[in-house]
């Protein structure tokens, strides 16, 4: 059985290769790890403002239901790219991370019922 998760970090190191390829071919280095976070940024920042054009309070030119999807897809690209560049597992510690917030936000809630 395969992991969803490690199917789509592999595409989007695959997609990484490509990039690099081109970065080579035009600028004779691929980007630079500060160069990545702030290509993360700008999209993680391109987000925000895409959500005020999903709820109509920013205009932009064409479809901001499919540049949302596309911005999102996109951020979690970089997420498997970053977490690649730092050696970090995200396949192992993201489902780590998310047992660790959930048992923590259960405990509170079981200790602040009425």
Known sequence: M?????DARDQALEVRKLYEILEERFN???WSMHELQIG??????????LLLAEEGTWNIDGDARAELEHKLSETMWWVFVLADKLNIDITAAYPQTMEKIQAALEETISKTAE
Do not use: C, E, Y
Request: charged content about 15%.
């Open 2 to 6: 395969t992991n969803p998760l490690s």
């Open 28 to 30: 004779g280095k691929t």
């Open 40 to 49: 993360f940024a700008n999209d993680v920042g391109n987000i925000g403002r």
